[in-house]
């Protein structure tokens, strides 16, 4: 995921752990979060602390594996902008970061492949 942003020019800021990311996010102004919901239960319960102490006005993007039908679901409940499904098409989340941002990124340096 980072490599793909990267290589369209996206400055990218990653956090290992979800307090990490929290305190990044309380500390730093984002134009975008994309947030890696590795489980479902913990990634639900980050977002929600996340927009209760930040006020969350910048788009959301959910990356997440399919959990049957409910990811699209999840997604909306969450107030989220969009979402991607796992594992992760390169070439598709570069698109949503742009449509999210309202701006193209620089020119492809080559083929971005999935990670």
């Known amino acids: 995921m980072r490599g793909a942003l990267e290589k369209r020019g ?18 730093a102004r984002f134009e975008l979060v994309v947030i890696d919901l590795v489980e479902a239960g913990a990634g639900v319960e980050f977002i929600k602390r996340v927009q209760a ?12 594996v399919e ?3 409910g990811g699209a679901t999840l997604a909306l409940t969450e107030r989220a902008d969009a979402y991607e499904p796992k594992p992760l098409d390169a070439a598709r989340l ?7 941002l ?3 990124a620089l020119p492809a340096q080559g083929t971005i492949g999935a990670e």
Not at 10 to 27: C, G, H, I, K, N
Not at 94 to 100: P, T
């Open 10 to 27: 996206f400055t990218v800021t990653a956090a290992p752990d979800y307090e990490s990311a929290y305190r990044q996010l309380v500390e």
């Open 53 to 64: 102490a930040t006020n969350l006005t910048q788009p959301l993007l959910l990356v997440m």
């Open 67 to 69: 959990w049957g039908t």
């Open 94 to 100: 570069v698109d949503s970061v742009e449509r999210l």
């Open 102 to 104: 309202g701006t193209k």
